[in-house]
């Protein structure tokens, strides 16, 4: 686990030369297919270098869902283990890591036209006034999430509007398993170099834009005329500010440096995730390959011994 631009990727490919380690990706924006440059997704040489799991499985114009997650990682990890192989879980999406550790409970499926509704209001209202609205129905869901995180406080409001009850009780009410007959080491690269991380951020996101990002959400747009900036896929940090971009709504140096902002809120909401779950931290001021890897190593054979 570890917030974006961290080096999870490089991590999981130096253990695959040490162990016989096929990857499953707990990632909510590689799952879509042509979703590539924008979400980081692994070249086709890393891609053929160690099998993968649970990459390009969807289209963008299609929705997944954590308990969609749940039933198919399980099944991959079950499927690994009985090749005699070791399934190493990599990603960022911390809600996937969450349910997989804790469960979840099987929450109502999207509802678009609510949505739009709800998008509007937030656009006529504010953040401020749609974070008080869930406080009044649900304030133990509105405690755990942050004025500014639009997408769950919509959510949240969502299975509010479809349920008829706080969300935080629905979640009490139908859960899931999460992980099934696993033992597991959780690890996570906790950067304690904000800065360094954060300039990793910068340029990881100008690199996509030199490698072709802004034609690769035009490329989209052609190929599924369906496709709208409330689908879930294009609501993913950096497809969301090329979108707006492509529309007219953002010029291009807004589009980079909002983009930049929305993955450095991305990297920060994924720590604090991090700090409140049960997990094995790895850090290195910096992030440094080679330390990561003798750090996780280092993590591994403890915890086989014990």
Request: net charge negative; hydrophobic share 40%.
């Amino acid at each position: 686990m570890g917030p974006t631009a961290s080096g999870k990727t490089a991590l999981a490919l130096s253990l695959a030369k040490i162990y016989p380690v096929e990857i499953i990706s707990v990632d909510s924006a590689l799952i879509y297919r042509d979703l590539n440059i924008g979400s980081a997704k692994p070249t086709l040489t890393e891609l053929a270098a160690v099998p993968h799991h649970l990459i390009d499985i969807l289209s963008p114009l299609q929705n997944y869902s954590v308990a969609d997650f749940l039933t198919d990682c399980n099944r991959a990890i079950n499927e690994i283990s009985s090749r005699g192989k070791l399934p190493v879980l990599v990603g960022g999406t911390m809600m996937y890591f969450n349910a997989l550790i804790n469960g979840i409970s099987k929450l109502p499926e999207a509802d678009y036209e609510l949505r739009a509704k709800l998008e509007l209001e937030f656009n006529k209202l504010g953040n401020q006034v749609m974070h008080e609205r869930l406080a009044s129905l649900d304030p133990a869901s509105a405690a755990k999430i942050e004025v500014n995180d639009t997408q769950r406080i919509e959510r949240a409001l969502e299975v509010c509007y479809l349920t008829g009850k706080p969300m935080s009780q629905v979640q009490t009410e139908s859960r899931l398993a999460g992980l099934i007959d696993c033992d597991y080491l959780p690890l996570a690269i906790v950067p304690s170099n904000r800065a360094l991380l954060h300039q990793r951020i910068n340029l990881r996101f100008e690199q996509m834009l030199t490698d072709g990002f802004i034609e690769e959400v035009r490329q989209l747009q052609l190929n599924y005329p369906e496709l709208t900036a409330k689908h879930n896929s294009m609501r993913m940090v950096g497809y969301s500010q090329v979108w707006d971009f492509l529309a007219g709504n953002l010029t291009e140096f807004e589009m980079l440096e909002q983009g930049k902002a929305a993955t450095r809120q991305l990297a920060k909401r994924q720590i604090t995730w991090l700090r409140s779950m049960e997990c094995v931290a790895i850090d290195d001021s910096e992030l440094d390959e080679g330390s990561l890897l003798a750090q996780t190593l280092r993590l591994i054979d403890s915890w086989c011994e014990g």
